[in-house]
């Protein structure tokens, strides 16, 4: 069986402060993928970034960045320059096996962040 | 505008209503998602297609009924609903391809109440 685990269900930062959000996993795979998505208050789930169980290396984009450490089955989100529209829960999601045909999902129970000006 | 719509966006029903919701996208994607996000749990998956043909059914009670007539569109089809399956409904799709970091897109949701 799989699991997501967010250990954070709040996170109070400062504005243009560096935060990291907290993510660990437990799976048998050895291929798998780890997804970030984002959901403000207005409901949708939008995706922010992927790490792949075989990239040697942190995946980043823009402001985001993952802290992959495959050993220690943690793949924590890392925001630079907290802005506040950054304010919204934040979900980890693993992807089990080989992406052939349907891509399920497993996700953690999210970390509400809040953005103080 | 995130390429996925869903509506409603809120839906107050009585048990023994009979409603739809509906899921439309317009990525040219050819795999579709059905989850449920409930107070305080993490999301749930529920129902996935690829190019039509359902491939997934996670063990949900059979007053949820789903629905693709084609890659573009996905409904659910809800009757005889009980007050736990207020939540929000949540619709996604993805580009079937070889390429395992294709995430999946997700719409606003539909935000159901069951009186």
């Known amino acids: 069986a799989q699991k997501i685990t967010q250990t954070q269900p709040g996170m109070f930062v400062q504005e243009k402060e560096a935060v990291t959000l907290d993510c660990t996993y437990d799976?048998?795979?050895?291929?798998?993928?780890l997804f970030w998505y984002k959901q403000p208050s207005s409901g949708e789930m939008i995706f922010l970034i992927y790490q792949g169980s075989y990239d040697e290396q942190n995946a980043t984009e823009g402001r985001y960045s993952l802290n992959f450490q495959k050993a220690r089955k943690s793949a924590n989100l890392v925001i630079s320059a907290s802005q506040l529209g950054d304010s919204a829960m934040y979900f980890c999601?693993?992807?089990?096996?080989?992406?052939?045909?349907?891509?399920?999902?497993?996700f953690g129970q999210g970390t509400r962040l809040t953005i103080n000006p | 505008e995130t390429g996925v719509t869903q509506t409603p966006r809120h839906l107050v029903m009585g048990m023994t209503n009979k409603k739809s919701l509906k899921c439309e996208q317009h990525l040219g994607h050819n795999a579709m998602y059905w989850y449920k996000q409930s107070a305080k749990k993490p999301l749930e998956l529920m129902f996935v297609?690829?190019?039509?043909?359902?491939?997934e059914n996670n063990s949900v009670p059979s007053r949820f009924s789903p629905e693709c007539p084609n890659s573009s569109h996905l409904f659910l089809h809800l009757h005889t609903l009980q007050p736990e399956d207020s939540a929000l409904y949540l619709c996604?799709?993805?580009?079937?391809?070889?390429?395992?970091?294709?995430?999946?897109?997700f719409g606003d949701g539909t935000r159901l109440s069951i009186l």
């Open positions: 999601a693993m992807r089990e096996g080989i992406s052939q045909g349907a891509q399920k999902l497993v």
């Open positions: 297609y690829n190019f039509k043909e359902q491939t």
């Open positions: 799976t048998s795979d050895q291929s798998y993928g």
């Open positions: 996604a799709s993805r580009l079937l391809d070889n390429n395992s970091n294709q995430p999946q897109h």
